[in-house]
């Protein structure tokens, strides 16, 4: 009768124990005192690039497809005085299908949203797909 007590108990716990919030950590490289900015976002073998709006200040963001490995990788645009300066922004792939071979970013239906052609790995979905919204609450919705 204790071990059931015992195993609710565990059971119960587990569930704080995944409940915590997740917290993105970013580490900070150096190289010869010199600050990598851009270190944790890997290295492009087959870049296809377009720009889009991710944040919605009004300046065109870079969003970037690697062919060879599958990946979208997105770079927020600073507004910097001091010139061009871009952020790697990981929190802005997850709206992004799973593509392969390529992806272009290009406003289609002159909406003011940027429209994604591509090869989606999910075979038989149209390879057109439309933004709506902007900045974090971006999203793309299939169109048919």
């Keep these: 009768m204790n071990k059931k007590y015992i195993i609710y108990f565990l059971v119960l716990q587990l569930g704080h124990l995944c409940g915590q919030d997740y917290q993105a950590f970013y580490p900070q490289f150096y190289a010869n005192g010199n600050r990598l900015e851009m ?25 970037a497809f690697d062919k060879t490995a599958g990946r979208s990788l997105c770079f927020v645009n600073l507004n910097s005085s001091e010139g061009i300066e871009y952020r790697y922004a990981p929190e802005y792939e997850a709206i992004f299908p799973k593509i392969q071979n390529w992806a272009l970013l290009h406003d289609f239906n002159k909406d003011g949203i940027e429209d994604i052609f591509c090869l989606p790995s999910t075979p038989g979905i149209p390879a057109l797909k439309s933004g709506e919204g902007r900045g974090m609450g971006m ?6």
């Design 39 to 63: 270190a944790t976002a890997g290295g492009l073998r087959n870049g296809k690039f377009s720009n889009i709006d991710f944040n919605n200040d009004g300046v065109k963001d870079i969003y």
């Design 139 to 144: 999203s793309l919705v299939l169109k048919k």
